[in-house]
């Protein structure tokens, strides 16, 4: 057995596929399951853009027909791009460029459709390989693929219209995350960036509460077919990440996903009253300038830093707060009050 690299335009691919020189055996690939609208448009838009889609891998089988390839690992995505290729759906307006929004294959302007047509697919092709070589190949390749997480499982099932405000919001916010030192590459790649997202928009909505996965499948079911908040909520937070970013890394103590929760909430009710965020809060007050809000982060994050037998008495509350049960309502409520201080107040 072996495995060679042979990358071929999508266009010819998606012929070949067209044609049956490529098929699916169905012995032991998973359901051809066809995916929602939302997730083949953007892959769609992914290719003609010209971003990396991962590899799609076949198997070269000789039989009384003669020689054909049998997909191992692609199935689903040749479906959606085939389907795009005969005019079977429009790009919903989940793509980022709208101008792609309601296009068919057809209707693509020229440079469209052959950035789409030429598009080079990176292929592997597993050649003189028996039918178990095949077989332990596709098992080992969704035997490492990792199980995947709450938010990762919400991504896969939801395609709807809050599950594309909240991956809008991460291309907009993970880089500030990165370089507030709030979450690390490996963390955004497993989605925490969503998850924390989400988490503050709830909060936006329903005030803050204690939540789990449960409350976050609620909230994605709610708001598929529609949200009409999010117009809103996207300005606010829009204006909450110009700030937050100006800030640079935060103190260590400071930044961590828990904290940021409080933070980014006392910072978008310190810009523009929360109506869901006020009763927490008995008066509100004009922002600090950014000299005196990191002062004030910076004496938190040293109280935090603290074995808790030496912290003084009045800041005892919001380093219990911030140490165990860091989801629960009451220490969540506790810290955005204190992180309303240090960005309202000349000191904390």
Do not use: C
């Amino acid at each position: 057995m072996r495995i060679v690299r042979g990358d071929r335009r999508l266009s010819s691919f998606l012929a070949m596929r067209a044609d049956e020189r490529i098929r699916v055996n169905k012995s032991y690939q998973r359901s051809g399951k066809v995916w929602p609208l939302n997730a083949k448009s953007y892959l769609v838009e992914t290719v003609i853009r010209g971003f990396a889609v991962p590899p799609f891998m076949v198997h070269e089988v000789s039989d009384s027909d003669g020689t054909h390839e049998e997909i191992v690992d692609g199935q689903q995505r040749t479906a959606a791009l085939l389907s795009f290729l005969r005019n079977e759906f429009r790009l919903s307006n989940s793509v980022d460029r709208k101008g792609l929004v309601n296009k068919r294959h057809a209707t693509l302007n020229a440079a469209d459709r052959s950035a789409f047509d030429n598009y080079e697919l990176k292929i592997y092709r597993i050649e003189d390989a028996t039918d178990q070589d095949v077989r332990e190949i596709f098992r080992r390749i969704n035997f490492y693929t990792a199980p995947l997480n709450p938010e990762e499982q919400r991504h896969a099932r939801f395609q709807g219209e809050f599950k594309w405000f909240i991956q809008d919001r991460r291309e907009d916010f993970d880089s500030v995350f990165i370089d507030a030192g709030v979450l690390k590459e490996s963390q955004i790649e497993r989605m925490a960036d969503a998850k924390l997202l989400t988490e503050i928009v709830h909060a936006l909505i329903y005030g803050i509460t204690t939540t789990n996965a449960a409350t976050f499948r609620r909230l994605y079911g709610q708001f598929d077919r529609d949200f009409d908040v999010g117009r809103d909520l996207k300005r606010r937070l829009d204006d909450g990440r110009k700030l937050f970013a100006s800030w640079g890394k935060l103190p260590g103590q400071i930044a961590r996903p828990h904290q940021t929760y409080g933070l980014l909430l006392a910072l978008l009710h310190a810009l523009r009253r929360v109506g869901r965020l006020a009763p927490s809060i008995k008066r509100r007050r004009s922002i600090q300038q950014r000299a005196t809000i990191l002062s004030n982060l910076n004496k938190l994050a040293v109280v935090l830093a603290q074995d808790e037998e030496d912290v003084p008495s009045q800041y005892r509350a919001f380093y219990k707060a911030s140490h165990g049960g860091t989801n629960v309502r009451f220490a969540r409520v506790l810290r955005f009050r204190w992180f309303y201080r240090a960005l309202t107040e000349r000191r904390v």
